[in-house]
């Protein structure tokens, strides 16, 4: 998907197309087109999810790019033209300060699938667009720790164990949602006898205005008049 916007970028809303296509202009102006990464496009080796790769003309990490164009009045024709790259694969071996749970999916609702230990080293693969959960391997299975990229990034700078840092890491696809978790029903608690009832001697239970009743020589009950 492509779009096109008056003025200055960012600006999105005058035409889109689903394809790279051509946009008919008939007013001269400023005009912004900008591209997504969230699609899939085409290469000589077939369709690639343009995720997995990053913006190199304009460079950025977002997952829009833009390019602001002016077009002069009488007919022209304008090529704009977008780069993207695939991204190397890129792991950071990161020490887990404390235990961690690994979920199922990058969401706190989605069940812990692992539990990597304080001491272990653990490869970081990829990273959400919008959030602070990453993807790693753990024990063979793939799952979701919540970890903020300066923290990843200052134990890999006291480690100097590798070049690159958070924002060299691809990013994941968008996951599945978990179901939301069914509160457990509450325990059933014993209740305190109340009223007449609570008072196990006869001083208090007259004082409160009951009835002390003797059911044999060995118990007697506080009851209402």
């Known amino acids: 998907r492509v779009d096109l916007g008056p003025g200055p970028c960012p600006s999105t809303g005058l035409d889109h197309k ?6 008919n202009v008939l007013t001269p102006g400023i005009y912004c087109v900008s591209i997504s990464r969230n699609q899939s496009g085409q290469t000589a080796a077939g369709d690639v999810n343009l995720m997995k790769g990053i913006w190199v003309e304009p460079r950025t990490d977002e997952v829009l790019a833009y ?10 024709d304008l090529e704009v033209h977008f780069f993207w790259d695939r991204f190397e694969p890129v792991t950071l071996f990161y020490p887990v300060p404390e235990n961690i749970n690994c979920r199922r999916g990058p ?10 230990l304080a001491g272990e080293i653990l490869p970081i693969i990829a990273r959400d667009v919008e959030s602070e959960w990453k993807q790693t391997s753990y024990e063979g299975e793939l799952c979701y720790v919540y970890l903020p990229a300066v923290q990843i990034d ?9 070049e690159f840092r958070t924002e060299d890491l691809p990013f994941f696809e968008t996951q599945p949602s978990c179901p939301t978790p069914t509160p ?4 059933h608690q014993p209740t305190s006898p109340t009223g007449c009832a609570q008072y196990t001697d006869q001083r208090s239970c007259i004082a409160a205005k009951c009835n002390w009743f003797k059911v044999n020589d060995t118990t007697s009950l506080c009851i209402p008049y």
């Not at 969401?107 to 990597?116: A, E, S, Y």
């Open 67 to 76: 390019k602001t164009i002016e077009l002069e009045s009488g007919p022209q």
């Open 154 to 162: 200052e134990a890999l700078a006291q480690t100097a164990s590798s």
């Open 107 to 116: 969401d706190i609702v989605c069940d812990p699938l692992k539990i990597p």
């Open 18 to 23: 689903g394809t790279f296509d051509t946009f």
């Open 184 to 187: 457990a029903p509450p325990e």
